[in-house]
């Protein structure tokens, strides 16, 4: 099958944009959607992105996601950083019926 | 809105068999559009998808995972049930329940819209 390979971390400052890849490693990105859901410490996943930059009612247009082919990769992009999304960041995507998830970005807002 | 909540043992014995129930609220696990999964998440690690479940009780299961593993469910009941066989330390974990949403007009569900809020369960004698 295929994996979704993540940074361990990233850090940026309040206030700034950062960005979260997501490389697929066999396999188009482009032929199944891509996932990205946060998670908060001893909190279950929620989603920010589905279908690869679609946001769940709630969620606020400072996250946006994309996918680009030439790399292979998807993004998560989150604008005006809070010190609130500090979390954990899984991106999601599938290959049939398999369901494989990133291993995790952890967001640091310092 | 749909809940879920699982439940079942916090504490099983190695080579014993796990067993967790995911109860339905808001939401009937006989409608159309979703199916219903488990995942799992070790200690300190990332999710694992185990498998999930649709209304006619076709299953799919991750691999690795298979050989395992039994998810069904009960219509009458609002509920569907995780079972893995033959624990080790190892399957120690959070375990969540999860609906999935299928986009039409795709055949397969791609996004794990509500989740429960987990249930530990460690394996140890």
């Known amino acids: 099958n295929f994996m979704l390979t993540q940074p361990h971390s990233v850090s940026e400052s309040p206030g700034k944009t950062v960005t979260i890849s997501c490389t697929r490693s066999?396999?188009?990105?482009?032929?199944?959607?891509v996932q990205w859901y946060q998670q908060r410490p001893g909190s279950s996943p929620t989603t920010v992105i589905y279908e690869n930059h679609q946001r769940p009612s709630g969620v606020p247009d400072r996250f946006s996601g994309s996918i680009d082919s030439s790399s292979n990769s998807a993004s998560l992009t989150i604008s005006g950083l809070q010190t609130g999304d500090e979390a954990d960041y899984y991106c999601?995507?599938?290959?049939?019926?398999?369901?494989?998830f990133g291993g995790g970005t952890r967001l640091i807002v310092l | 809105q749909v809940q879920l909540q699982e439940s079942g043992p916090g504490l099983v014995k190695p080579s014993q068999t796990l067993s967790l129930t995911c109860t339905v609220s808001g939401d009937s696990i006989n409608s159309g559009g979703y199916y219903w999964s488990w995942i799992r998440q070790q200690p300190g690690k990332g999710l694992e998808w185990i498998g999930y479940?649709?209304?006619?009780?076709?299953?799919y299961y991750n691999p690795s995972l298979q050989s395992r593993v039994t998810i069904s469910l009960d219509t009458s009941k609002n509920y569907f049930s995780l079972n893995l066989n033959t624990v080790t330390a190892a399957d120690t974990a959070v375990y969540y329940c999860?609906?999935?949403?299928?986009?039409?007009?795709?055949?397969?569900?791609?996004?794990?819209?509500?989740w429960g809020q987990g249930t530990l369960v460690t394996v140890s004698s």
């Open positions: 999860a609906r999935v949403v299928l986009v039409e007009p795709a055949i397969v569900p791609s996004w794990f819209d509500s």
């Open positions: 999601q995507s599938h290959d049939s019926n398999d369901q494989v």
């Open positions: 066999r396999g188009s990105i482009a032929s199944s959607s």
């Open positions: 479940i649709y209304k006619r009780g076709t299953t």
